[in-house]
């Protein structure tokens, strides 16, 4: 992929995320990566939104080292790179601090399966990592939170559950490319509200069964997807 084709799309992500409202000031970041290259494309560190052109988004490669670019790239790079070098099917990595998903990202708690808007999405319910211990947040913050990441999916595929929370921060997510991991952003937001909305009203409310949960979901995704048009 050419690097200003990268740099547009993940401009685009960036902006996604302003339009749907996940984000406000400087929050959060869309990265994406050219495979074929090997680099990643990233919003520079505190730049306003408003402010960004396709220029400012940072080049590096999978170790973090700088390839292209006059700015400092994102203080989550290290994050976004252990979920590149950990799942070699994304193309694309988003984090905010939209106000839902974080709050369940405070609390600590998992964002439940509780109906069929969310299993047409994810798998399964979007899981919460551990908290960190002091010594990672001491040493190495933003790649110890990319490897609490992948210790959570240890036992999860990240195709079928494209995000998480990570405890006391906030959700990642991923995609087939920036693009795509927006979209799953924007997605999540939602189900996260629903899901508060939804214990909000009943406490008691069960999780989908398995059986619904796999019906939805595999309608839209995998092999014998039959949702939208060939």
């Known amino acids: 992929m050419l690097l200003e084709t990268l740099r547009k799309e ?4 960036n902006l996604e ?5 996940l984000v406000i000031y400087t929050f959060g970041n869309a990265s994406g990566i050219s495979r074929p290259d090997g680099l990643v494309a990233i919003k520079p560190s505190g730049v306003p939104y408003e402010c960004l052109k396709p220029e400012d988004m940072v080049i590096t ?12 790239p994102s203080s989550d790079l290290a994050t976004h790179l252990e979920l590149y070098r950990a799942f070699p099917a994304i193309g694309g990595v988003i984090h905010t601090h939209s106000r839902y998903a974080t709050a369940w990202a405070q609390a600590g708690r998992e964002i ?15 899981p919460v990592t551990e908290a960190m211990a002091a010594a990672e947040m001491e040493s190495d913050y933003e790649r110890n939170t990319g490897l609490a990441i992948l210790r959570r999916f240890a036992d999860l595929d990240p195709g079928e559950i494209a995000a998480v929370l990570v405890a006391g921060h906030g959700p990642f997510c991923w995609g087939a490319s920036a693009t795509d991991a927006a979209h799953t952003a924007v997605i999540l937001e939602e189900l996260a509200r629903m899901a508060y909305y939804c214990l909000t009203l009943n406490p008691a409310a069960a999780p989908l069964s398995a059986a619904q949960r796999d019906k939805h979901f595999l309608r839209k995704h995998g092999p014998a997807a039959t949702y939208g048009q060939k």
């Open 10 to 13: 993940v401009l685009e992500a």
């Open 17 to 21: 995320l302003v339009r749907r409202g």
């Open 112 to 126: 439940p399966c509780l109906g069929t808007t969310h299993a047409d999405y994810f798998r399964g319910p979007v």
């Open 61 to 72: 490669d999978l170790e973090g080292r700088i390839v292209d670019g006059r700015l400092r």
